[in-house]
């Protein structure tokens, strides 16, 4: 089966850096990806990736290491607006389906 | 412009009286899926559309069904719903073989069960 882990809350100040990690097990990965959700609203995609190594856009960047079945996501000069849920997910097993973590939910303080 | 509409956003139903929520797209995916996600919890999948090839979890009761009358509509429908069933039901779609698979979300249908 698939399991993803990550912390369920963080706390960061404005204009700060944060970095929001998940860990993994899958069969036959298939990519993985970092979703925003802000409280009542749907998941919005913010990254993907499927080769070892960063991936940037903008303020948001993602790591990704296969082997130690680890990703992270880390959010620079952090804003009021960042306040959301940060939801993993990964792709693969048998039906390569995209199963998301529980989701960490980060408070961003003046 | 809106690329995944769900509706209605909001519902509110008495136990055991059948719900029907629904999903229209202008993305022209084949694939879409219904996601139940309770609150704090992880998006649960339910079930997904290849094409008209339906994929249901093992895991999901029986109580939901879905259909997909054409590329653009897709429907939830809960035939008895308990109060356990209180969640936001969210719908996506991909394109199968697009270089990231990415999901793309409705605003999603909150249901609530009295």
């Known amino acids: 089966g698939q399991n993803i882990d990550q912390p369920t809350e963080m706390t960061a100040t404005e204009g700060a850096i944060v970095q929001i990690n998940c860990t993994y097990q899958?069969?036959?990965?298939?990519?993985l990806f970092w979703y925003q959700q802000h409280a009542g609203e749907a998941p919005t995609f913010l990254s993907y990736?499927?080769?070892?190594g960063l991936e940037e856009k903008g303020r948001f960047s993602s790591f990704l290491s296969r082997s130690k079945g680890y990703s992270y996501l880390l959010l620079k000069e952090l804003q009021m607006k960042d306040s959301a849920s940060y939801l993993c997910?990964?792709?693969?097993?048998?039906?390569?389906?995209?199963?998301f973590g529980t989701g960490t939910l980060l408070a961003v303080q003046p | 412009d809106a690329m995944v509409i769900q509706n209605p956003r909001y519902q509110v139903t008495q136990f055991g009286k059948p719900v029907t929520l629904s999903c229209s797209q202008t993305?022209?995916?084949?694939?879409m899926y219904w996601y139940q996600q309770k609150s704090s919890q992880a998006p649960k999948l339910l079930f997904h559309?290849?094409?008209?090839?339906?994929?249901n979890e093992a895991d999901t009761p029986d109580n939901f069904q879905s259909r997909r009358p054409n590329t653009s509509f897709c429907f939830l429908d809960i035939r008895s719903p308990g109060l356990g069933d209180a969640a936001m039901y969210l719908c996506?779609?991909?394109?199968?073989?697009?270089?990231?698979?990415?999901?793309?979300f409705g605003e999603g249908s909150r249901l609530t069960v009295l």
């Open positions: 996506a779609t991909s394109r199968a073989g697009a270089n990231t698979g990415e999901l793309f």
């Open positions: 899958t069969s036959g990965f298939n990519g």
């Open positions: 990736n499927v080769l070892d």
């Open positions: 997910a990964v792709r693969g097993g048998a039906t390569n389906k995209l199963i």
């Open positions: 993305l022209n995916h084949n694939v």
């Open positions: 559309y290849y094409d008209k090839d339906f994929n």
